[in-house]
C-alpha cells in the first residue's frame, strides 16, 4: 500500500484492515480469505470468473451487481488483496464530483510519474450522477485507474453506456437459507463472533436466514440482535429468536428494479393461470407496502391485455375492486384486489384486443393518412352530397347484406385482419 492521498497511510489499508472488538458483528465476520466467502458458485466455482481473476492481477474494471449483503465489498477486498495496485476506496454516498476529481487527478499523476496504477473501490456507484460518472472515464480509457463498481441497482439503467462498456459486469446472487445458516454459525464459532458461548440449533438458523431475504449481513445483525438478549453466554430459544426477528422487513424498492421484477412476476402469472403464484406475488408487494392505486390500475391494464373480450367480466371485476378499495382502504380493501387479482388468473384468456390493436397502431404509423372512403363520410350540407359524400353507403340495419359487401377500411388496408379472437 502507498502513502495516502494527502502523505498520510492510504485509506484503502483501512478498508482491508480487520475490525475492531466494537464493530457490528457483520463487520467484524466479514471474510478474510476466499474459503470464509460463502455463496457466489457460478462466479467461484472451478474455472469461473472471479476465481481466475482471483488467480492473477487484475486488468479489468467491474461492476459488481447484486442485492445487498451478497458480498460485493468482499470481493472487492480479496481482488486488492491480490492485487500489487494502490487501492482506494470511495462511497457515492458520502462523496461527490469534487473529491472524484481530486482521485483522479492523483491517480494520473502516480500513474505517469511512478508508473503505479490505482484500484479504485466506488461503493453505491449508481448514486453518482451522470456527469459524476463520466468524469471516470478518461482515467478508466488511458488506464489510470482500475475501477471496481458496487451497485445494488441495474446497471443497464443506474450506469452510463461509455463507462459500462469498458467494464466488465459480474452479477451477484442472494444467499441461500444453506450459505446464510453456514456464516451464522461461523459467527457463532470464531472468536470474532461468539467463540462457542452462544449456541442455537440448526432450525433457529434457519429462521433467521429465511427472515434475512439472502443478506449475510442482514442474517449476522439479526443474530446479533438475539444474541444480545441473551446475554454474554447461554442458548438462543424460539422465544428469542422471535423476540429479535420481530416483524419481517421485506426486500423491496418502489422505484428500483425489485419493483419492477415483482409486477412482472404478478402479471406473467396471472396470463399463466397461476391463482397461488398470483395471490403470492400480490401478496408480496401488499405486505412490502406497494403503493394499492398503483396495483389496482395495473390489475385493469392486466385484464384488458390479457383476458380482453375471452371475460368481459374481468374488467369490471377490476374497476368495482379498485373501488371497493378507496371505500374500505387497508386492509380490508387489500382482500378486494387479491380477490380480483385471483378472478383474472382463473379466467379464459385472449390477447386478441391487445394484438389488433398493436397492428392497427403500426399501420397508423407505417402508411400515410389515408382519406375515409367517400360513402363513409356524412353528408351534411347540400354540397358535400353533391360533391359525394355519402354516396353508395348502406344501412346495415335495413341491409343485412352489407357487412359482408360494404368495405369500411381505406382501399390500400382492405386486406387488413387485425382482430383474430382465439
Not at 441495474?154 to 441461500?176: H, K, T
Amino acid at each position: 500500500m502507498s502513502s495516502g492521498l494527502f502523505g498520510e497511510a492510504d485509506e484503502g489499508s483501512e478498508l482491508l484492515a480487520e475490525a475492531g472488538p466494537d464493530a457490528p458483528l457483520a463487520e467484524r465476520m466479514r471474510p478474510r480469505t476466499l474459503e470464509e466467502y460463502e455463496g457466489q458458485h457460478q462466479l467461484l466455482g472451478e474455472g469461473k470468473v472471479l476465481s481466475l481473476l482471483l488467480e492473477r492481477e487484475l486488468r479489468q474494471s467491474l461492476i459488481l451487481w447484486g442485492p445487498p449483503g451478497t458480498g460485493k465489498t468482499t470481493l472487492s477486498r480479496l481482488l486488492a488483496q491480490r492485487s500489487s495496485l494502490r487501492f482506494v476506496p470511495f462511497s457515492a454516498v458520502t462523496s461527490g464530483i469534487k473529491e472524484v476529481r481530486v482521485v483522479m487527478a492523483e491517480a494520473e499523476r502516480l500513474q505517469r510519474s511512478k508508473g503505479e496504477r490505482t484500484l479504485l473501490f466506488v461503493d453505491e456507484i449508481h448514486r453518482f450522477n451522470k456527469a459524476q460518472q463520466d468524469a471516470f472515464l478518461p482515467y478508466v480509457e488511458r488506464g489510470d485507474i482500475l475501477l471496481i463498481g458496487a451497485t445494488t441497482e441495474n446497471p443497464s439503467f443506474e450506469i452510463v453506456g461509455p463507462l459500462l462498456s469498458r467494464a466488465r459486469v459480474l452479477v451477484l446472487e442472494q444467499l441461500d437459507v444453506d450459505a446464510l445458516c453456514n456464516v451464522m454459525q461461523r459467527a457463532l464459532d470464531d472468536e470474532r463472533g461468539f467463540g462457542g458461548e452462544v449456541s442455537i440449533e440448526r432450525a433457529g438458523l434457519e429462521r433467521i436466514a429465511k427472515a434475512a431475504d439472502g443478506d449475510a449481513r442482514r442474517a449476522l445483525t439479526l443474530l446479533e440482535t438475539a444474541a444480545d438478549l441473551v446475554g454474554q453466554a447461554g442458548e438462543l430459544t424460539d422465544e428469542l429468536i422471535t423476540e429479535a426477528l420481530q416483524r419481517k422487513h421485506l426486500h423491496y424498492d418502489k422505484t428500483g428494479e425489485e419493483h419492477y421484477n415483482l409486477i412482472s412476476a404478478l402479471h406473467k402469472s396471472i396470463r399463466n393461470s397461476d391463482s397461488n403464484a398470483t395471490t403470492y406475488w400480490l401478496t408480496r408487494m401488499l405486505k412490502a407496502g406497494e403503493d394499492r392505486r398503483y396495483l389496482a390500475r395495473r390489475l385493469v391494464r392486466i385484464a384488458i391485455e390479457d383476458i380482453g373480450l375471452a371475460d368481459t367480466r374481468a374488467l369490471s371485476v377490476c374497476l368495482d375492486a379498485a373501488q371497493a378499495y378507496h371505500q374500505l382502504g387497508d386492509p380490508e380493501g387489500e382482500l378486494a384486489l387479491v380477490q380480483a387479482a385471483v378472478y383474472m388468473a382463473r379466467a379464459p384468456k385472449s390477447n386478441a384486443i391487445y394484438r389488433a390493436y398493436g397492428e392497427a397502431a403500426k399501420d397508423v404509423e407505417q402508411t400515410g393518412a389515408e382519406p375515409v372512403p367517400m360513402h363513409l363520410r356524412n353528408a351534411s350540407t347540400k354540397l358535400m352530397k353533391d360533391v359525394g359524400y355519402g354516396e353508395g353507403y348502406r344501412y346495415a340495419h335495413d341491409d343485412p347484406d352489407a357487412a359482408d359487401e360494404m368495405t369500411c377500411m381505406p382501399p390500400s388496408l382492405e386486406d387488413r385482419d387485425y382482430y383474430s379472437p382465439q
